[in-house]
T-cell receptor
């Protein structure tokens, strides 16, 4: 199993550009989440999904969109990039109804917005 | 005030020392408690989880939860340089059937030879 994969690993955007961060998992997990990690701020939940077709907002959803058309994929879209979105983005998945505690994280995408 | 407080460190200890990492929380409805380890430029990985007050041991690691004081700890015995990483505590608050974790900011641990 590849686990949780994320692409790209690195990305530089100009302010106002849009892009999609890809996340895929091959473990048939129902729960998937997107986090951003900033120095001194820890992991903050952006959006999450409890199954295909179902998504919900986390702590910091503004400026991001998600959709979940398949169990495997959970892309994160930046609509109009801003310097405040410079961060490391992690995707995670889990198989339990207790979606939090056995999360498997991807390697992250380092995004810089200039 | 964040719901979960964690000292960012860094915490620097000599090899072989006993390490104590701690988190406090304000919401008594948190039910499950986890510790994640994150190496530099990697994603977090689950180290331990527990849902009851008391201790849970796994090799050199012991997780301790005190719900009455809203305080959790991770102890590392015989610390090794390979334990150098950031340790994140996380807690789950059941919300409408979806379990959403809240993370602490992480404590950076450095174990020097």
């Amino acid at each position: 199993n590849a686990g949780v994969t994320q692409t790209p690993k690195f990305q530089v955007l100009k302010t106002g550009q849009s892009m999609t961060l890809q996340c895929a998992q091959d473990m048939n997990h129902e729960y998937m989440s997107w986090y951003r990690q900033d120095p001194g701020m820890g992991l903050r939940l952006i959006h999450y999904s409890v199954g295909a077709g179902i998504t919900d907002q986390g702590e910091v959803p503004n400026g991001y969109n998600v959709s979940r058309s398949t169990t495997e994929d959970f892309p994160l879209r930046l609509l109009s990039a801003a310097p405040s979105q410079t961060s490391v983005y992690f995707c995670a998945s889990s198989y339990s109804d207790l979606g939090g505690y056995e999360q498997y994280f991807g390697p992250g995408t380092r995004l810089t917005v200039t | 005030q964040k719901e979960v407080e964690q000292d960012p460190g860094p915490l620097s200890v000599p090899e072989g020392a006993i390490v104590s990492l701690n988190c406090t929380y304000s919401n008594s409805a948190f039910q499950y408690f986890m510790w994640y380890r994150q190496y530099s430029r990697k994603g977090p990985e689950l180290l331990m989880y527990t849902y009851s007050s008391g201790n849970k041991e796994d090799g050199r690691f012991t997780a301790q939860v005190d719900k009455s004081s809203k305080y959790i700890s991770l102890f590392i015995r015989d610390s090794q340089p390979s334990d150098s990483a950031t340790y994140l505590c996380a807690m789950i608050l059941s919300s409408g059937g979806s379990y959403i974790p809240t993370f602490g900011r992480g404590t950076s641990l450095i174990v020097h030879p």
